[in-house]
């Protein structure tokens, strides 16, 4: 292990060498803040396909960490408890965060997470920028975009841009942002 010596305290300071984002992580991990974090798991591995890494709970069975894998990225919850300076979508009824899921089979990742108990609040659709594109609120208030490359014609897709601009123009949203959002 490497040390550093103080200047003039001829004292040791020992320091570890570690690397900076630990095994399997990405530079950034969603941590998200729950009501029901151990249901949370559960309801992400039904509807994403997570792998359960960790589960850390009190004695009274609430979720202190819970981290799982989606893909090859890791997903981090736990409840909101007491004096926590966090709190969950399903207590404050809004969030500014949505989370996105790249997937080979756009279709099945959609079908499997609506069977789970999510909400459709922009249905699949084929987008002008080339993905088969969709929004879901998963019951603990969390948002969900899932979406997967498309191969569309370059006429195809130059038609929908232009009729998404039209609808901006307009002051509307092509996309139907469903009505308790601030936009």
């Known amino acids: 292990m490497p040390t550093a010596r103080r200047k003039g305290k001829g004292r040791r300071r020992t320091t570890r060498t570690a690397p900076a984002i630990p095994r399997g992580f990405r530079t950034i991990t969603p941590s998200l803040a729950v009501v029901g ?20 709970v009190t004695p009274s069975g ?76 998963d019951p603990f208030g969390h948002h969900w975009s899932l979406s997967m490359p498309i191969r569309m014609p370059k006429a195809l897709r130059e038609a929908k841009r232009l009729e998404s601009m039209r609808a901006f123009a307009k002051g509307e949203d092509p996309d139907k942002v469903p009505a308790f959002t601030d936009i």
């Open 37 to 56: 974090g151990v249901a949370a798991m559960e309801f992400y591995q039904k509807a994403f396909g997570a792998k359960e890494l960790l589960r850390q």
């Open 62 to 137: 609430k979720l202190v960490h819970g981290r799982l894998r989606i893909g090859d990225s890791i997903l981090l919850l736990s409840d909101v408890f007491r004096g926590s300076d966090r709190s969950a979508p399903s207590t404050v009824e809004t969030t500014t965060v949505t989370l996105h899921i790249y997937s080979n089979d756009v279709e099945k990742l959609w079908n499997r997470a609506v069977d789970a108990g999510a909400k459709v609040t922009m249905p699949l659709a084929d987008m002008y920028w080339g993905e088969r594109y969709g929004h879901l609120v």
